[in-house]
């Protein structure tokens, strides 16, 4: 019983309402002080989403989007502050204030994603990274800090666990297995999908192999070959 | 004497820790610590007999060389599955982390000192990068959100909890529609239940 009342009222009530309510709720004011604010920062998470995919599905650690993380972190405080302030005396205001919240939530959604997703990439090739110039320079300064700390945490323990009771001699961490090193690298060869965001024209894929590529096409190619088209923006991973 | 196997032993315990973590087995640690000792004074005093006899006599250097190849790939053997078995252990604890958030209590007794030391050290880890970006609730759940308010029943007593307005009473079997931002960890914990 308690079940169907809650149901129904909301079911009947609410639908046709959505409509006036948005009307409502385009209030002058408020659209005035966040329109501007919101068409600059859609582009924003746009950028963002493409960064987040991209760190997803490559197998080796991308270049930290600073700026980009940076700006939607103030976004997001703003618009939490913005909100705050906004009385909520009517139901449309009520509304609009849910939808803003809605929005926030999921760009934070998205940054904690894009952060842990790379957070797990660093510690995955923890001690390759922090010894490697060029990926050290892809960390934000709390991504570095990060690293070299898990190393050290980490190392220590399979250290303390084991390591320091085995013969000095064995005791490395970073020895080579005949030409197979102990470090594991991320895999460059792996294949990724990607898709052609502008026109090339045509681009070696191997040595042998080359293709044209078209705006909007979709290839399953070698990470390796892309990674300059990715860096340069060219192409996006899927 | 059949060395190797217990290092084997090391990994197949490894990889049943995919799914869930058996207790250290220290007493087999320690055994392949040892058996690996001692191989590697084995090596130690046969690489002082070869010295020793160098160019005596081919064939019995020939011998010893083997036996001396085969030592060293077995010392290196069993350090890697040593090193693998305490990996795994440990990329499972960092799960446990960022799905649970904590230790649970039945799984504490399966830590070896270390593992435990371990798990304390990563949580602070994660604090500290996570004060970087306090605002994002960076170890909040990585479901994307779809509804901002969210029905949810009481699992299990919570008493008062701290909501973004005010208060709100979580007796069990009571039934809210609450924030999800405000109630995620809860659910985390099991102590709610998710309804829609």
Not at chain 1, 13 to 19: G, L, N, R, T
Not at chain 1, 214 to 236: C, M, S, T, W
Not at chain 2, 24 to 51: G, M, P
Request: with cysteine.
């Amino acid at each position: 019983m308690a079940d169907h009342d809650a149901s129904l009222p909301s079911g009947m009530v609410a639908e046709p309402d959505i409509d006036a309510l948005l009307q409502d709720a385009i209030d002058p004011a408020l659209l005035d002080h966040s329109d501007t604010d919101e068409n600059f920062s859609n582009e924003d998470v746009q950028r963002l989403t493409t960064a987040w995919t991209n760190e997803k599905q490559a197998p080796d650690l991308l270049p930290f989007a600073d700026q980009l993380v940076g700006d939607l972190t103030e976004m997001v405080q703003n618009q939490a502050q913005m909100l705050d302030a906004i009385q909520e005396d009517n139901t449309a205001q009520a509304f609009t204030v849910m939808l803003y919240q809605s929005e926030i939530e999921r760009i934070k959604y998205l940054l904690r994603s894009y952060l842990r997703t790379r957070l797990l990439k660093i510690e995955k090739h923890a001690m390759y990274y922090t010894s490697t110039e060029d990926y050290i320079s892809r960390m934000s300064v709390n991504e570095r800090n990060y690293a070299q700390r898990y190393r050290s945490l980490h190392e220590g323990h399979l250290r303390k666990s084991c390591l320091n009771k085995l013969p000095q001699a064995v005791q490395a961490l970073d020895e080579m297995h005949g030409d197979i090193p102990m470090v594991p690298e991320p895999n460059l060869q792996s294949a990724v999908i990607c898709r052609v965001v502008r026109d090339i024209g045509d681009f070696a894929v191997t040595e042998s192999e080359t293709v044209e590529m078209k705006k909007d096409n979709i290839f399953l190619v070698g990470y390796q070959a892309i990674r300059p088209l990715l860096a340069e923006g060219h192409v996006e991973l899927l | 004497m059949n060395s190797g196997t217990h290092g084997i032993k090391l990994i197949a315990e490894a990889k049943r820790t995919a799914r869930h973590l058996p207790a250290y087995n220290e007493a087999l640690v320690q055994h392949v610590l040892r058996e690996t000792t001692h191989q590697f004074s084995r090596l130690e005093e046969l690489l002082r007999t070869v010295d020793e006899l160098s160019g005596a006599d081919p064939d019995y250097t020939r011998r010893i060389a083997a036996q001396m190849a085969l030592l060293h790939a077995n010392v290196k053997w069993n350090k890697r599955c040593l090193l693998a078995y305490h990996q795994q252990r440990v990329a499972f604890l960092k799960q446990l982390f960022w799905t649970l958030g904590c230790l649970p209590d039945e799984l504490r007794e399966h830590l070896s000192p270390q593992e435990l030391d371990y798990f304390s050290h990563y949580i602070l880890l994660i604090n500290q990068y996570k004060g970087n970006y306090v605002d994002i609730g960076l170890t909040a759940s990585l479901i994307p959100p779809k509804d901002l308010y969210i029905e949810v029943r009481v699992v299990q007593e919570c008493g008062e909890i701290q909501v973004e307005n005010g208060t709100l009473m979580l007796a069990k079997n009571s039934q809210h529609l609450v924030k999800r931002s405000d109630v995620e960890h809860l659910i985390h914990r099991g102590l709610l239940e998710h309804i829609r």
